[in-house]
């Protein structure tokens, strides 16, 4: 044993008894699920809670492989995050996080498998699927479960595994997958999706460095299904009124759809580009708009492994384009139609650069920024 793991392990049996059973918010009581591996660090103790006599998708979840050792704060906010994309859709679908950002997300297209709905998840960017956490909205089955053990991965979580798909995940001829975490939740569907899903009971807590604390409504959305998305307007005084001229098709709606809710979990400033209910790459963490598009499109070109052209695809952006740079960019990479809120006051220089530049632009109704 290392002198760092000896310290390590000393100041985590030192110190794991300090969360309590019972956690009090104001009227509000936790019960503690758990004691954590640890929290985003090794040398952070942790410990999971729950509301109490309530169920909860996630605060519920069964263990059915634990691995090598427990859950800890980064497995559990990646769970949450991947759950919080795929519970969006009534088709099969996979969301794959690291580092509480997805790498990759598909939903099912035609007649798709899901092992094939999860191989685009996993290889819209496989260098960083490596290690990660897998969530999907519907039951796991064999092929898929041999699938995921193909490559490494550290937890995988669903409403349900189909028969023979727990004796594929114990398998002791995937030495490299051995310690892989499977996890049974509730149903994504019952997570909060649309605004007038928001309850008293559904709050976000920050804490600042000083222990001081921010609560929020979570993050919700106000678009439900492609009706709701609108063709860009804008008005000012250089330009007087505009409005998006270029239509998007149905297909490239229900993409752009699909990328808006994977935005929703993206850290701002944050960009996704789709095609085909697939991620093809996703820009976060940016600290300019601009620099976001530019950062995801040299992903795609970096390390983009599958069949999908940039070509055409689609592109949802968590906050407004205060230049039309951000349009530029992605018109010159081949993208054609993108999903953004308003707000800028260069609005309508925007979309009149989006109508000469032949690219459809359209407006979501609420600014998505995720600041976690």
Known sequence: ????????????????????????????????????????????????????????????????????????????????????IVKFFTQPACAVMKHVNPSGAAVKRDNEKLKQIYVKARDADARAAFGSVIAFNTTVDEETAREIMSTFAECVVAPDY????????????????????????????????????????????????DGSLVVAAPLLTSLKNINDIRPATGENSRTGTQQSKIPASRQQLEDLLFSWYVNLNVRSNGVVIARNGQTLAVGTGEQDRVGAVEQAIAKYREKYQGNNSIEGAVMASDGFFPFPDAVEVAATAGIKAILAPAGSLRDADVIKRANELGLALLHAPERIFSHH
Do not use: W
Request: glycine share 6%.
């Open 162 to 209: 189909a028969p023979g798909t727990m004796a594929i995940f114990n398998d002791p001829n995937y030495k490299f997958n051995r310690h892989i975490r499977i996890i049974k939740c509730g149903a994504p569907s019952q997570l909060p999706k649309y605004l007038e899903d928001e309850s008293s009971h559904c709050r976000t807590c920050k804490v600042l460095a």
């Open 1 to 84: 044993m290392s002198i760092n793991t000896l310290n390590r392990n000393t100041y985590l049996s030192k110190n794991i008894g300090d969360f309590p059973e019972i956690f009090q918010i104001g009227e509000r009581a936790y019960v503690k699920v758990e004691d954590l591996r640890y929290g985003t660090n090794p040398h952070q103790p942790a410990a999971f809670y729950k509301p109490a006599d309530t169920s909860c998708v996630i605060g519920d979840m069964v263990i059915m492989k634990n691995g090598k050792s427990g859950l800890s704060q980064t497995n559990l906010e990646d769970i949450s995050h991947a759950l919080n």
